[in-house]
């Protein structure tokens, strides 16, 4: 918690909730830890000249946190950096059978709030992991993906890249989203190292497309846009 990406990723959270006007529930999709040493890019923190600009309260917040070593989201749950917004924070286990539950409690805790974000270790599904397997905690689901959008939320969801020309990859990823949930505004959100795709109800299309260009503007090279819009 706290690194570089997580800068992109919470201050892209903040301008698309905006000030609280976009009721959010944020579900971290947490898996238990892998040991892995993910998370160690912390010295844009040494450097406030070159970065600090793009989200100065947050960039003085995740600061604060790194200097006290309180490296936990649930930092973040008990801030006030993210007014209106609702986090959901219990584990997810590889047993399929204990996803369905997850979800549905999720399902029950966001009815009422605009945007969710999912935040998944990797990204969305692939054909060699199916439910239930070893490391299908690490994947958001279609059904899931469709199932919150037929709820009536707008979505933003975390993806790695994979071995593929990025801009191929945005692009068909977009192309299965729409085809997949019926959105017509799906945008994306690229940094250095991930995307982020934002899957828009018709009702939001328009106040999205105006965040996009806050945040194309305001995080600068940090963070790309890009807009995929549909008849």
Not at 69 to 90: G, H, L, W
Request: charged share 30%.
């Amino acid at each position: 918690f706290g690194d570089i990406n997580d800068y992109r990723k919470y201050g892209l959270i903040r301008v698309l909730a905006g000030a609280g006007e976009m009721r959010t529930g944020v579900c971290w999709m947490l898996t238990p830890d892998d040991t892995k040493t993910d998370g160690k890019f912390t010295e844009y923190l040494d450097k406030p000249k070159k970065f600090k600009d793009f989200d100065p309260d947050l960039y003085e917040f995740l600061s604060q946190c790194i200097r006290k070593n309180a490296r936990d989201v649930i930092e973040v749950k008990n801030s006030d950096i993210f007014p209106s917004t609702i986090f959901y924070d219990p584990k997810l286990e590889d047993d399929a059978a204990r996803r369905k539950p997850y979800f549905s409690k999720m399902y029950k805790l966001f009815q009422d709030v605009d945007l969710v974000f999912f935040d998944p270790d990797n990204g969305l599904e692939i054909k060699s992991k199916s439910l239930g397997q070893k490391d299908s905690s690490k994947y958001l689901y279609w059904s899931e993906v469709v199932k919150s959008f037929e709820m009536g939320h707008s979505i933003l969801m975390y993806q790695h890249f994979i071995r593929e020309n990025r801009d191929n990859f945005i692009a068909s990823i977009s192309q299965e989203i729409h085809i997949k949930t019926g959105s017509k505004c799906i945008i994306s959100f690229r940094t250095s190292n991930v995307v982020f795709f934002l899957v828009s109800q018709e009702k939001q299309n328009e106040y999205f497309l105006n965040k996009a260009q806050i945040v194309s503007k305001s995080w600068d090279e940090q963070i790309q846009v890009s807009s995929h819009t549909y008849p």
